[in-house]
């Protein structure tokens, strides 16, 4: 069946550092990947979606790339802010819509 | 703009107590869906419904009803409340297609003491 994989629960980086979130899945299709965000005492919100002509999706300096062939869709910013401390969801979407257990990232001055 | 309303925002009630939680969206969206999202455990799909009158078993559905009324209108019943279901409860809606992502309320936050 469908499943989405977040290795890490919590990534904790010091402002500036790059950032790596990591992503896989497992589908019988070729799925649309999502990375959502939630901070705290809100709803998650939709950051990125994956393309189906290999675009790079970015929003708010983050970046992802699906990767067919690893079938990954890590989530990446060159240098974190502070702000950037939040909860992150992978997920994908066949028909119904699979979710990761999510990282929690927090970014220390 | 688009958006997803629940209501109540806070509900605490007692063991075995009956509890409704409403979700209304106006986006004209086909799929609306329900989690409960617990520390360490994620979003959990409840249940979901592709349109008015339909209702689809997610992955976590024990103890729980839920009733699509409208195209707009989903609610998730708890018929006999228990502690284990107190959680933070988030509807979303959208539409049809795989490259549709899901819009999310501001969620509930149930406790059941």
């Known amino acids: 069946g469908d499943s989405v994989t977040q290795t890490e629960g919590l990534v904790t980086l010091t402002e500036g550092l790059p950032v790596m979130l990591n992503c896989t899945y497992q589908?019988?299709?070729?799925?649309?990947l999502f990375w959502y965000v939630q901070h705290l005492n809100e709803a998650p919100k939709l950051l990125l979606k994956s393309f189906t002509d290999n675009k790079r999706p970015e929003h708010q300096g983050f970046h992802a790339t699906l990767h067919k062939s690893s079938s990954s869709f890590h989530l990446q910013k060159s240098s974190a802010q502070l702000s950037d401390s939040a909860l992150y969801y992978c997920?994908?979407?066949?028909?119904?819509?699979?979710f990761g257990d999510g990282t929690q990232l927090v970014v220390k001055p | 703009e688009a958006a997803v309303t629940q209501s109540p925002r806070n509900k605490v009630t007692v063991t075995g107590g009956n509890v409704t939680l409403s979700c209304r969206q106006t986006n004209s969206h086909n799929y609306m869906y329900w989690y409960r999202q617990d520390t360490g455990h994620g979003l959990r799909l409840i249940h979901y419904?592709?349109?008015?009158?339909?209702?689809q078993i997610g992955d976590v559905p024990d103890g729980y009803k839920a009733t699509r009324t409208t195209q707009e209108d989903f609610f998730l019943l708890l018929e006999l409340a228990s502690p284990s279901q107190t959680s933070l409860y988030f509807c979303?809606?959208?539409?049809?297609?795989?490259?549709?992502?899901?819009?999310f309320g501001e969620g509930t936050r149930l406790s059941v003491l």
């Open positions: 979303a809606s959208s539409l049809r297609g795989d490259n549709q992502a899901p819009l």
């Open positions: 589908s019988t299709y070729s799925p649309f």
């Open positions: 419904s592709y349109g008015a009158g339909n209702l």
């Open positions: 997920a994908l979407r066949n028909n119904r819509i699979f």
